[in-house]
């Protein structure tokens, strides 16, 4: 039996990738699996917290329980809006869902046609709102935000600038070039406001998730007064 580290808190965890629609049929997405972001629900379940799952394409199946509550969502904007609901009420976020950056400027209501466009089809992009730092920039003195990293060069000087910018407590630094999407392994390194880094050691998803929840119950033990 694990010990409760999380009991009577309330998690908000984002998981796998959210879509830009194209048209009625298709999108542009990216490789995300979702692996990581379940992983961290089935560890902060089993550290007895109460979990708002906000899922966009995954490729792996939820945990099931009770204390599990998932909302399905798939572009951006509606991921915003669950974590900014969501948010509210809860202890901490842990922002692991590959976010889409950007979405056509335009959305074609129709499917479009190859004989309309030509040999080129010119599609414009917008950004997105960055939920992470939209949250970092609100959250109370109580309440843990934690974002990812995910880099394929200049790992540790990216997490740390991703820090600062988006005013997360913790920046889970993971470096991508080499096959992680989809992959049971990863290798991060966990940087912190006060400067301090963990190296985790661990190389599966699950065992990383594992030492997260650790770290995000840590964290908000040292907030009680
Ligand atoms: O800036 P970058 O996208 O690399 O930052 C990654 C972190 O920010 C991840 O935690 C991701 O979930 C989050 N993010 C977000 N909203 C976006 C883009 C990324 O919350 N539009």
Do not use: W
């Not at 065992?207 to 995000?216: F, P, R, S, T, Y």
């Amino acid at each position: 039996q694990a010990k409760q580290i999380l009991a009577g808190k309330k998690i908000v965890i984002t998981a796998g990738g959210t879509i830009s629609p194209l048209d009625p049929v298709r999108f542009l997405g990216n490789r995300s699996s979702g692996k990581m972001g379940i992983a961290l629900a089935k560890a902060a379940l089993v550290a007895g917290a109460e979990v708002i799952l906000i899922s966009g394409h995954i490729a792996v199946s939820l945990p099931n329980s009770p204390s599990l509550k998932n909302i399905k969502v798939e572009t951006t904007e509606q991921m915003f809006s669950a974590v900014k609901t969501a948010f509210l009420g809860a202890d901490a976020l842990i922002m692991a869902a590959a976010v889409a950056d950007y979405e056509p400027v335009n959305y074609i209501a129709h499917k479009i046609k190859k004989q309309d466009q030509g040999d080129e089809l010119k599609i414009y992009l917008k950004e997105t709102p960055d939920i992470l730092k939209k949250m970092g920039s609100i959250k109370k003195a109580n309440q843990v935000v934690v974002g990812f990293a995910a880099e394929t060069n200049n790992l540790l000087e990216n997490a740390s600038k991703k820090l600062q910018e988006k005013k997360a407590d913790m920046i889970v630094a993971n470096d991508v070039s080499h096959g992680v999407f989809g992959s049971d392994e990863d290798k991060v390194m966990v940087l912190r406001q006060d400067k301090t880094t963990e190296n985790i050691t661990e190389t599966t998803k699950v065992e990383i998730a594992k030492k997260i929840i650790v770290l995000v119950a840590e964290e908000l033990e040292s907030r009680k007064v």
